[in-house]
């Protein structure tokens, strides 16, 4: 949608998956399984029961995982009442964007009894920055595919997109018109446009092009990271080209001392941390592969913690040799951890154990929680959280200003 030569840079590069992209894939096909059974997500702690999915391969559901998708299933039914509900839905919405097999799952749809009113949530599992409805694109990708697959058995008026952030306690939801939603997708055909047509140019011999490539916060998600050229033209802009940093001239380039200055750096910084990552992460994937990369080789990490081979037998033994004392020790459970025990909830053992707490105890240990604030943290001027107010005093400099 942003950057036409992003699909030309990235066609021929592997697909790559990560532990907390596992972790999501996981917690959605929780939530998916809970929502078309009935069952509740704490139901499925310390195990798989769950339909075969190859991509779940020796993966466990902790109870906090358990907690926080339960959050997210709650919610949902709460918006389903009456109405219908579709979980894990294909959604085509190739003719909007005038190509073929433009497709997308969407995590829930749900169509008012009334048939007037379309919702479509989306599950974010992670716990980096919050994500929101409006304006989101692929959202309204999945609503217009949406409205396709309800045309016949429904007159949709109103159209709802929904992000749900459990880890966060994050629920963002935003109301789009239908005529905002066709204009949507006028501009998505074009992006669609653009970017065949730089794929056509490097498929027939030619390049990339510096007008097509756009740089921003959508590069965290780009698999070319490391080999855009706008991206790293822009990293070498900020902080004044890859020169010996040793030299005072170099030095003055990178100086932040005005305001202005701090600004534009502050901007670039989130890009200049992507590009080092995925920089690092292109050496070693071609290390890997066999390839050679001067000046850098593979060596072996630091060795991990060590641990117990067989904790069970550890155990045994040491019961028999020490005091008991001698080889445990107690911690009190955070207010969350003694919270979860305030309801239903599940031992280590598999166990479904009763509450701990009755509600008068549960109201009387509120009282004894505390919590401090967030720390303050810089964020950019879109972000939708109000902006700190913070009072700025004037030097007291001579006898009157004291006074």
Known sequence: MVCAGSIALTKDLPDTSSKYADEGTLAHALAAECLRTGT????????????????????????????????????????VGDGELRVEQKVDFSHWVRHK?????????????????????????????????????????????SLDRYELVADITHVVLEVHQPRLEHLDSWEVSLEDLHAFAEKAALAVENALDVVAIVEGGGTVKAADLVDGEHCRFCKAKATCPKLSASVQTAVGGFEDLTEATALEKLTVATLENLSLAMSKVSL?????????????????AGDSVEGFKLVAGKRGNREWADPAEVETYLRQACRHDDIYKSVLLSPAQIEKRCETWTAADGTERKPILGPRQVKKLAGMVSQSNGKASVAPETDKRPALVIPKFEALTGADDLC
């Open 272 to 288: 200049v941390e992507q590009w080092c990552s995925a920089v690092r992460a292109e050496v070693e994937r071609r290390l890997l």
């Open 101 to 145: 097999d433009q497709t997308g799952t969407a995590d829930v749809l749900i169509l008012s009894a009334d048939g007037t009113r379309l919702t479509v949530a989306d599950l974010k599992f992670g716990r980096g920055v919050p994500v929101y409805a409006e304006q989101n694109e692929q959202l309204m990708l999945y609503a217009l595919g």
């Open 40 to 79: 509740d997500a704490r139901g499925f702690v310390g195990g798989i029961t769950m339909p075969a999915n190859p991509d779940l391969d020796g993966q466990i559901i902790t109870p906090e995982m358990a907690t926080d998708v339960q959050v997210y299933i709650d919610n949902i039914r709460e918006r």
